[in-house]
């Protein structure tokens, strides 16, 4: 332990910033880390660590990772702040991102794209059009990211980003998917146009998105789907669940009619997001489900909305902050569909544990969920809340049993005598909260309800709370014609205490004096004068404002003019009763789920939620043609299928089952392309008739030995038995080194498994022949790689180009002239054919007419470069230089045979 | 979508801030601590705060706010649980999430938050990612660190990150194969006063330790899965073979992780295993009340109820409560009048009580409500729900490992008897 007290990083210590220079300056690796790492405690403090900057940047080309990496920490924070001296760092970046690392290529273009100085614009833009190019995903994710960076340092960038974004989201890899959506959210929201094409892709990858991916997808599909489909809510039967009962209830003929007359046919695209989104709401993300809620809740026909239900009441055992968003929700979702979580009630009892806020956002789903049945039980519930020790709820279970009164009549005397009960209450707020409810309560049924207002009269004396002692005197003044013998009294009560009630309480009793004085004006002239003098003297310019307009307006004098004959109209005018609602009742007009509905106010950056278009607008533009001739699924196994298991799906409930049996086979079919999607699917075999074996390069770095080429196999068995003991058996030739997988001990039926395996072909396309064992059966395997899988993809300059390409000359170059396709005369199209061909990096070129790339051949690592000199009418040089003739000649004719087709 | 983190301590100080994009100054923070003192609780400060310029979404976990400040429209529920995972992942790395093991280890906190987030969007929140990306500290490699200069960072990009199982690392390796796997169950519930359930539910978790070597398989399957009514999953579980044959088939992550939560249908009535018989009254005019509790298992199947501990609020009207436990110990704050007695194991044979008396302030009139009573308990060896895991099989390794089941019952969040 004593070794450790001296060499910990005593980050807290008093700043020390010479100290810090000279570590950072000193040749010791150790004591600049040291330096570093308080310094980032500097940085986490909050402390200024600026005038560090040149020394901190001097280290930015470390060899040491861990050092570079607070180098990167530091340089983020400052860079803003010390523009020139952050240029000193870019080229070191510039340097890594062609590094042949993936990590560090991305992690460079991570660090440049942070740093926020407007004069490195053209260099991110131009680090961001390379990484978007890039074979690994990884570094495809990292450039989508450094688009948004590069948006909000600069928004005149926006067409050429707008560029890469489209660009990315044809990506098929499920890295990248939430990333350039988010992009696409954060630069051009309003480019739909861009989505089409794409729609499908993004449906099926979702699955298999990392979780933080699916929340933008899915939130973005949502505002898609709302304006490209047709609303699945029946005319008549939209949002309100009485009327749709009332629908169904009507006679069958009717309704036969009816469909016949609106056939609503889901569209197949919309069917499929809505199938591809449900089984995330068993997520452990708690924004997955809920986004998934929200989509369901958007786009759903009505009837499916309530599948989401079970998933957001489990949401509610998860942390505060989970709960509190998540009843926001479901209190806008309840007003208008209780049914849908009337079952669940109880998980909305209040638990004595709850922070106040979810306390009364309970107390508000409780309210919107009661209905002449579980009254009953509600407001048995309600009791306890009353007894609560919290006593701010205490006061809002009363707000809410008025609520309750309101809107259900048969309960509305039950409630009230409830309430009047509670008057008898020790604790003040209660007293005062039930007081203010039975106002508004008396307000809508003021007849017979005298005894109520004697009995708080006679509780006056007792009550504290100005709000109370307010609307006691309010109801006594509205209906002092039903107690005629007690008003007075009340009004000579206040006279006495006026002086040293609070305002809200003055105002009423002015208001009380006016009223009485109207109807009773013999008992009462002089006290109401007398509190009327009292009022023309208060401190409170609201107070003598109000006496001196009830003075004119009651008491008759010449000056007063023709308002004084209407006083009594004026004053006791029938008045409207408040209407107790939710507060959460129009906040639907904002998309579920988001920042916006939680505040009920429009944040910055919200995408308002369209309308469905009247029309669907044309559908066909979602139409991909499938270029992998691999793929089993395509969308127009889904298109045939769809509609007509919709057609039915209104019509009974077996046809519900049916289509749920479609649902699960057709996801399986979508996810088994998902996730083929991700490797550049090559070659394909089938043999025996119970053991199928396909293969494929998957084009990665093999894991198991540098000079093996990947190699996966997904093996399924398509025999009736299970095979048991799969494994590699004998090879040919006897040399040949191939790292196997572990023996499959049993593959069922129907089952199937992907394994890896690596083989060293020797730079040869020789092929790798074995056998594949099973228990009882061998089968000998024949493994014949395309010349361009024996490539490795290697990152060079052009200027590295062009010199290693004039050291292999004579005996090494191979050429030839092709007249190409003119489809392919891009030299996009090239970048495209050639990749797909050989497993060969891009050499960015700085000439249009030239395309070249650069590869090295796995077993022995031999440079293979290939150049494409375009020509005029599509006529091009084709090139390639390598110490391997054989395999040159090889992949010349391969190339050669991609560009000049189609 | 997440611009800056601040974290605030109890006393509303900003120990620690990062900043993903351009700087927040710390200032928006004002708007935090108004809402702080408005609160009468910790808890009860709103998780999203509008303030001019920015919205401040925060949670609240180990008595530390971590504020996110946001600067547009952005799910909360992302942000929220984004936040949740960063604290996940400061427990895993320093065992505790305090401000002292927060401050003890800045360094990799920096560096775990600039791994987590890329310009305020989620990068790597997977543990097993982030373990190779930056080492956890330990103090043996502290140590080792300062005397050969090696770092806490890994030097390559997590296999994991790229392959179709992201939350596997490549090249695992044990001498010792080894999967355990605990069945926990909670129990919530509320109980009125005549002892009869008003709500109760089952909660249950699989939380798996595996060891395995290389890619191994997994399937789990149950005797009982019908019990099992809305599941989550961890990524790992293919939902497929789920829907179609009720199996848990996953390639596990290394290490510790949450295999699956659920839920048990409340058609199934629930026993809660514990009762209690209570008596407390005050008397009019009195300053003393009676204070009487006892408590019994209830059809635990033979098992014991242990670790019981008894919370309860009481009236503010009590000064002091004079107590006897038959067994165990007990505590009375007169401050925030909380009693909590620490009854231990129950002993079918002689249930343990709790009796006395309480003093009452003088001269106050009788407190009208009576407490409500919070109960913790855990029974060994017992799925209270039924639930029976049916057997474990593992696929594409050639070993053979040791498997291990163990069940556990406790009681949830709120396990509660009102007694008014």
Redesign the interface.
Known sequence: KG??IP???R??SVCRNEDLKEMLESSK??LK?EAM?RI??L????KNASELFPAVVKNVASK????K??V??YLV?YA?EQQDLALLSISTFQRALKDP???IR?SAL?VL??I?VPIIVPIMMLAIKEAAADL???VRK?SA??I??LF?LDADQKEQLIEVIEKLLKDKST?VAG?VV?AFEEVCPDRIDLIHKNYRKLCNLL??V???GQ?VII?MLTRYARTQFTSPWKEGAMFDENNEKAFYESDSEEKKGHTEEKPYIMDPDHRLLLRNTK?LL??????V???VAQLYWHLAPKHEVSIVT??L??LL?S????Q???LQNIATMSIQRKGMFEPFM??F?V???D???IKTLKLEILTNLANEANISTILR?FQ?YV?S?DKAFAAATIQAIGRCATNISEVTDTCLNGLVLLLS??DETVVAESVVVIKKLLQTQPTQHSEIIKHMAKLFDNITVPMARASILWLIGEYCERVPKIAPDVLRKMAKSFTAEEDIVKLQTVNLAAKLYLTNSKQTKLLTQYILNLGKYDQNYDIRDRTRFIRQLIVPSEKSGALNKYARRILLAPKPAPVLESSFKDRDRFQL????H??N?K?????ELSDWPAVAPDQSVRNVEIIEAVKEWTPTVGKTKQPKSDDKFYSDDEDEKEEEGSD?SG??DS?SSS?EG?FMYFTMQMFSSCLAAKYHFPR?PC?YQPSMVAVQVILSNSSDHSLEEIHIGDRSPASLSIHCF?????LEPEAS?TVSMGIDFSDSTQAANFQLCTKEDQFSVSIQPAVGELLMPSSMTEQDFCKEQGKLQGMNETSATITMETANASSQAISKQVLSVANVGVVSSSQNNFSRFAGRTVSSGALVLVSLELKESSTALLTINTEKTVMASMLLRDIKQALTQA | MIHSLFLVNASGDIFLEKHWKSVVSRSVCDYFFEAQERATEPENVPPVIPTPHHYLISVLRHRIYFVAVIQSEVPPLFVIEFLHRVVDTFQDYFGVCTEAAIKDNVVVVYELLEEMLDNGFPLATESNILKELIKPPTILRTMVNTITGSTNVGEQLPTGQLSVVPWRRTGVKYTNNEAYFDVVEEIDAIIDKSGSTITAEIQGVIDACVKLTGMPDLTLSFMNPRLLDDVSFHPCVRFKRWEAERILSFIPPDGNFRLLSYHVSSQNLVAIPVYVKHNITFREGSSQGRFDLTLGPKQTMGKAVESVLVSSQLPRGVLNANLNPSQGTYTFDPVTKLLSWDVGKINPQKLPSLKGTMSLQAGASKPDENPTINIQFKIQQMAISGLKVNRLDMYGEKYKPFKGIKYMTKAGNLCQFRLH
């Open positions: 070794m450790l060499t910990r990083p980050l807290f690796e150790s880390l790492k980032v405690g940085i986490a403090k909050g040491n990772i861990e050092l990496k607070l990167y920490v924070r803003e690392n993936q990590f991305a991570r794209s942070s926020r690994s995903p990884y990292t990211h450094a948004q960076k909000s890295l990333s988010m699955v298999d990392e979780e933080w929340v939130s089984p068993q997520s452990r993300n708690t924004a489900v809920m986004s079970k998933s009441v489990r055992r942390h505060r902050e989970v509190y968003i998540v109880k998980s009892y638990r004595s544990t922070a106040t806020h519930e306890t007894k020790q209450n020790r789920g988001t920042l916006s939680s505040l106010s944040a910055t950056g919200y995408q699960s996801s399986e996810s996730s991700l990665q894991l572990n023996t499959i001990e049993r498994v």
